[in-house]
């Protein structure tokens, strides 16, 4: 790791977004991850979709696991709310935020071992009440901090470090988010920026539950030959289906691609998403034919990536609960306890 | 773009802004690191081997380092990279038993003519050499310009004396009091070869009315420097007009006032920006209460009985042509006349030869200069070779150095029978500064201090003595502080193409977002595409050869602070941070210290 702090100089050039910060504005402290690690470029890609998004800090909660991924948000948005909760909880805890306080801007960051292992039930749960939060892992198939066991998105087949092969199946997380109704899945690349910075982006102005799988190559015990979460092999097997560009503001669109290329999504928040078609048959709006995509892919040893399926006019779970638009936690006391009278009528209404 | 070739000594040279910047190049953050660490002797003999004049140039260089200094470029101020120079020299212990021996005599005889930084910084080079070299100059000590015109209260005597007698000390002959009056018989003396370093002896004039009349108070600054330096004039008039904007313009204003000016004016006729005095000197006189006043052109010395009574000016103004020349017109404001005791004209120096005849086989173009091959510094005649402001007109002193430091070498070349017009190039050692997985052997940390001031003695006693230095240079603690300021821009980062994995490590942590992992392109175009702008055409982008993904690395050297961080993240060692010293090319091996590069 890195002694020296991050110097505070930075490019006297810099573009600011609209509220007059730099991209540097948005870092945390320095990482304290391997050299190389593939969790520092989601980092770097949180940094730059929030800096594009011109996003005040200050809405942004950021929560996460135990494990290396979950260490991450120390790393960016040094002036957002955090919670680094117990692990695999993180879901748990994001959905109690997020009902106390429906303003916030909710970023979950995990890991494959957090989501997929010890938390694999939270995940579920979280994804299939439809908690408006961006939920990304930050995937590597591999436990580091305890030095290289395979994990539960490990492929079978693949080799670990020492030559063993897992003879265990894996959870694609993908597949399971899109099984368990969530209204926003994509899967990227931490080598791909250029892909992954407005998958965030449009994840974080999508209502509703969003779930990225990001593949991020651990360097110190899974990227070698026999892994299939290494670089070589993620950008050898790499099937993207589209490629996004995220519109915010009122700028009409200039998109300069064949026609028949480009479909344009509304966000709920305004936000549009011009999305450049890859491969021509694929549908985002199609849950099912994303699923059968997804597995005949998988079959093939191809790792799908791209926005893989958005419903625009998603609900999420405030909507499901019918709760009040003000947040819980700016209630009054009066307004969230309205006294005795109040529940005698409710009493006597069920009588 | 083609890949970067790292090993031509000029691209990292380039990098390293300060030292490329030096016309004696000298290796300034190589330097800096030393005085860091207290080790100023080493520091001193690593100038001493480049620049000749460490303790003088620490007070009076021209800094063409300072603009160029990469720290300018991240923030306000560059490094204080003259006045650390100095610390050098004030805090080195003896540094007699490294300078070079006086060696047997080769019995080649070369004639210096001036006493002067150019004529010295060729002995210095040829005398350890075996030459025998005998410097002329009119004044009984040597030093030149720089003991005639800069004064003692910038450049103390002591100073002047020890740096001019290392060189001496090298077994040189200096004939102090001996004006060189004719070419043709110092030729006739039949020496080896002649190094003519007379420098710009002569003050330019100021022909307008009342000139002559009033001549009694009028004086040619250069020429009255040289009278208060050597204790011929011991006072002026209480009201002092200085005409000229130049850094000799700045030490007439600044010496009348300790003779006794009490109202003290400088009157330029540009704007105050376009003076050609360097800012710290304008400052300077600001600071010791002298107005300096611009766009009003001197039209006439007034007089009464043969007695000056004040200058007339008439207001003008800057107008640019179409082409962007600055014209100055009148701005039709009221002519003004100020009053005065004592006029010094300061208005520019030229090049006099009246001792050079027409025919010692030395050309003169139409402008009275000699022809000087400006690599080689010789003349037409094949013996005789040119040097400082002799060669090509006023400039500085740092200049006067590397032209002595290549006139020296060609007379060596051409004395040891080989063409002078060849060249060799520079000597280059690059070597990382890995110590261990994240530690290096320079301090990568950047420090955020603004640049120090260096503490200066109290207005009121330094007007009151005129070799009371003014600058009272940094101490250890401040020049520790400044020397931190460096930002280490000879430790170069170097890529390896078939290391990187391309997992964009670098690329994140970069502070300076230097650098970009993108598909290759034409120069304009890949600046174009850089993660952040590309202002500075001049700084060079490194571009790696084809990676993996068939993209390329490309670095734009602009503002990197060589913080290392590249490196730091860079998990299989593509970034490196290696320490790139130049020494370049002097006459002979000059100097023991030539291997002796400070880990």
């Known amino acids: 790791m890195t002694y020296i702090a991050k110097p505070k100089f930075h490019h006297p050039g810099l573009k600011k977004n609209e509220l007059g910060y730099t991209h540097r504005d948005y870092e945390g402290k320095i990482s304290t991850l391997c050299a190389g690690c593939g969790h520092d470029s989601i980092t770097a890609s949180i940094i730059e979709a929030c800096y594009e998004l011109s996003i005040e800090p200050h809405r942004v909660a950021k929560i996460s696991g135990i494990g290396c991924s979950s260490k991450t948000p120390d790393y960016f948005l040094g002036n957002s709310h955090g919670f680094n909760s117990v692990h695999g909880r993180m879901p748990s805890v994001l959905t109690g935020a997020n009902l106390a306080n429906r303003d916030l801007i909710y970023l979950g960051v995990s890991g494959d071992g957090d989501s997929a292992s010890i938390g694999f039930g939270q995940f579920a749960h979280s994804i299939r009440r439809g908690v408006n939060m961006t939920y990304i892992v930050e995937n590597n198939g591999v436990y580091g901090l305890t030095k290289g066991q395979f994990s539960a998105t490990a492929d079978r087949g693949s080799k670990s470090k020492k030559g063993v092969t897992n003879t265990d199946n894996a959870i694609d997380l993908v597949a399971i988010a899109l099984q368990l109704g969530a209204t926003f899945v994509a899967r990227s690349f931490s080598g791909d920026k250029g892909q992954l910075v407005p998958l965030i982006a449009a994840a974080i102005g999508h209502k509703g539950a969003s779930f990225i799988d990001v593949i991020s190559p651990c360097i110190a015990f899974n990227n070698h030959a026999g892994s299939t979460k290494s670089f070589d092999y993620v950008r050898e097997h790499n099937d993207a289906v589209n490629r996004l560009d995220v519109l915010v503001g009122r700028d009409p669109i200039a998109v300069d691609y064949a026609p028949g290329t480009v479909q344009v999504v509304e966000q709920h928040d305004g936000s549009k998403i011009a999305l450049r078609k890859i491969d021509a048959d694929y549908d985002p709006h199609d849950r099912l034919g994303a699923q059968t995509f997804l597995a005949r892919h998988a079959a093939k040893g191809q790792i799908v990536t791209g926005l893989l399926y958005v419903d625009p006019d998603a609900e999420d779970l405030h909507e499901h609960l019918n709760t009040v638009e003000t947040p819980l936690n700016t209630l009054e006391a009066d307004t969230l306890c309205p006294g005795s009278a109040v529940l005698d009528k409710i009493n006597a209404s069920l009588r | ?599």
């Open chain 2, 1 to 599: 773009m083609k890949p970067t070739d790292i090993a031509a000594p000029d691209y990292f040279h380039k990098v390293v802004d300060c030292q490329w910047a030096c016309p004696a190049h000298t290796p300034v953050p190589e330097y800096i690191r030393l005085i860091a660490q207290g080790r100023y002797s080493d520091a001193y003999m690593i100038n001493w081997q480049s620049n000749v004049f460490p303790g003088i140039l620490g007070r009076t260089c021209d800094r063409p380092c300072e603009p160029a200094c990469r720290r300018g470029r991240v923030e306000e101020n560059p490094v204080a990279i003259c006045r650390l120079k100095r610390v050098a020299a004030d805090f080195k212990d003896d540094i007699r038993q490294r300078l070079p021996r006086p060696s047997p005599k080769n019995g080649k005889r070369v004639a210096l003519v001036g006493g002067g930084p150019a004529s010295l910084t060729v002995a210095r080079d040829l005398a350890p050499l075996g030459y025998h070299c005998t410097v002329f100059d009119a004044d009984p000590e040597a030093g030149g310009m720089m003991r005639s015109q800069i004064p003692k209260f910038r450049l103390p005597n002591s100073v002047i004396d020890e740096e001019t007698g290392y060189i001496l000390g090298l077994g040189v002959d200096f004939k102090g009091g001996h004006r060189i009056e004719s070419m043709k018989s110092l030729l006739a003396e039949k020496y080896d070869a002649i190094f003519v370093g007379s420098g710009a002896p002569r003050g330019r004039e100021l022909d307008i009315p009342g000139r002559k009349e009033a001549a009694a108070n009028i004086h040619i600054g250069i020429e009255w420097l040289a009278n208060v330096s050597f204790g011929h004039v011991d006072k002026i008039g209480k009201r002092v007009i200085v005409l000229g904007g130049g850094n000799t313009a700045m030490d007439c204003c600044r010496t009348a006032r300790r003779l006794g000016g009490e109202t003290v004016k400088v009157v330029v006729r540009s704007g105050f920006e376009e003076m050609k005095a360097s800012p710290w000197e304008k400052e300077d006189a600001l600071h010791e209460d002298i107005p300096i006043l611009n766009y009003m052109m001197p039209v006439a010395f007034k007089h009464v009985a043969g007695k000056l009574i004040g200058v007339t000016f008439q207001k003008v103004k800057a107008e640019y042509d179409a082409k962007g020349r600055r014209n100055l017109v009148p701005s039709g404001e009221p002519d003004e006349t100020i009053v005065c005791d004592d006029v010094l004209v300061a208005v520019g120096q030229e090049n006099a030869f009246p001792w050079i005849e027409q025919d010692c086989g030395i050309e003169f173009d139409k402008w009275h200069m000699p022809k000087v091959d400006p690599k080689t510094f010789a003349s037409t005649n094949p013996k005789v070779f040119f040097g400082g402001d002799a060669a090509f007109g006023p400039k500085n002193i740092i200049w006067a150095v590397a032209h002595g430091h290549d006139a020296a070498l060609s007379i060596h070349k051409m004395l040891s029978g080989e063409d002078i017009t060849e060249r060799p190039l520079p000597e280059v050692q690059i070597s990382s500064q890995k110590m261990g997985i994240h530690e290096w052997s320079y301090d990568n940390d950047i420090s955020n201090d603004k640049r120090f001031k260096v503490p200066h003695r109290d207005k009121v006693i330094a007007l009151k003595d005129i070799r009371a230095e003014v600058e009272l240079g940094y101490d250890v603690k401040l020049a520790l502080g400044e020397a931190e300021r460096c930002l280490n821009c000879d430790v170069q980062t170097v890529f390896s193409t078939s290391l990187c994995i391309e997992c964009d490590a670098c690329a994140d942590i970069c502070p300076m977002d230097c650098i970009t992992f993108t598909d290759n392109g034409e120069e304009s175009d890949l600046r174009q595409r850089l993660k952040a702008p590309s202002p500075h055409r001049d700084q060079d982008l490194y571009v790696s050869s084809d990676l993996k993904t068939g993209r390329v690395m490309v670095k734009d050297e602009d503002v990197c602070l060589h913080c290392g961080l590249c490196a730091e993240r860079c998990p299989t060692g593509a970034w490196d941070m290696q320490k790139y010293f130049i020494d370049m090319t002097h006459a002979g091996s000059t100097c023991p210290t030539k291997s002796r590069s400070a880990a």
